[in-house]
């Protein structure tokens, strides 16, 4: 399938994704609905390995990378993005994960240093400023809360969404490690949604967290939407792009998913932004946009692939 495919179908599916997650808050604990989604979307990807014939045995040197990649991708991250739905509209919860294109690149020089072109850091520095407008009212409006004696539980969510977008991507980057261990996409996406899955089950016994069976249709629609299309088919696009272009132009992906998610929200969650949060989104996305335009970095060698690199 061609790039360009792959690319569209990964920002259509994700662009519904941050809205779909709100279907599943309230009747059951975020982090519950976390494990739900990834321990059904991990065995329909083992059915679908096992009727291509694929032995679902993976050794311990190509395990201990979809552990990592598990923990980061479909533990850490998710279970930030979950909880910051909670105070924080999905569509800004989208535009965070804008953000990727800033911090893939900085994972991968952390990790592996890859070197990091001048204009991703002025890029960086505009978005920075795009998300600082965005959020400027609600911000303000959440200090105003704390100094009443309040809990400004929006400034929790801003955090949560961050912090969920550089999960993902130290995630994207340990990607390419595991596809240096193994060509089986299918088996080891399974695999990391099982160990994120699992990291997470055992963190809400943990603390108590109780395994509520969901009853409400909308939450089964939910979880079905974003087990299956959500976490299955995009994921398997997304680090098909991966593999192909590298993890910092697969992130390009974040510059359509926000405004996707933007549109729902204003049609589905009543989101109106004022003129300051519809400038900071474009200053956002527009850096970002700016940020994809320049010339990639090239890998260090550690984590170059044999695939030959296409633009999308």
């Known amino acids: ?26 009747e059951v604990p975020p982090a519950v609905s976390v494990v739900y ?36 991708t479909f533990g850490l991250s998710y279970v930030c993005t979950y909880n910051a739905e909670q105070y924080v509209v999905s569509a800004l919860v989208a535009v965070l994960f804008a953000l990727m294109v800033f911090w893939t690149p900085i994972c991968a020089r952390i990790a592996f240093g890859t070197p990091i072109p001048l204009r991703t850091w002025g ?30 539980h929006f400034l ?40 994120g899955a699992s990291m997470v089950a055992i963190w809400c016994l943990a603390t108590g967290q109780e395994f509520i069976i969901p009853r409400a249709p909308s939450y089964v629609f939910g979880l079905l939407h974003l087990s299956i299309f959500g976490s299955v088919v995009a994921f398997i696009c997304y680090f098909t792009l991966i593999n192909r272009i590298g993890s910092s132009k697969a992130v390009y992906i974040g510059v359509i998913t926000p405004v ?19 400038l900071g989104m474009a200053v956002c996305l527009g850096s970002v946009a700016w940020a994809m335009r320049g010339p990639a970095a090239k890998p260090a060698p550690s984590i170059q692939l044999n695939n030959p690199i296409e633009t999308p």
């Open 260 to 278: 996707l998610s933007v549109l729902l929200s204003i049609k589905l969650e009543g989101y109106r932004p004022g003129l300051v949060e519809w």
């Open 1 to 26: 399938m061609p790039s360009y495919v792959l690319f569209t179908i990964a920002s259509l599916i994700w662009g519904s994704t941050f809205w779909a997650i709100t279907l599943q808050l309230g």
């Open 156 to 195: 929790l969510g801003l955090m949560l969404g961050i912090g969920a977008s550089v999960a993902s991507s130290a995630g994207s980057v340990v990607v390419a490690k595991v596809r240096e261990q193994s060509s089986n996409l299918l088996l080891t996406t399974g695999w990391s949604m099982f160990w």
């Open 37 to 72: 989604r990834f321990a059904l979307a991990s065995m329909t990807l083992f059915a679908w390995c096992l009727l291509r014939g694929d032995k679902l045995r993976l050794p311990w040197r190509v395990q201990r990378w979809t552990l990592l990649q598990g923990f980061f």
């Open 123 to 152: 890029a960086g520095v505009a978005a920075m400023a795009g998300v600082l407008l965005l959020f400027w009212h609600a911000i303000g409006n959440a200090l105003h809360d704390i100094k009443g004696g309040g809990q400004g």
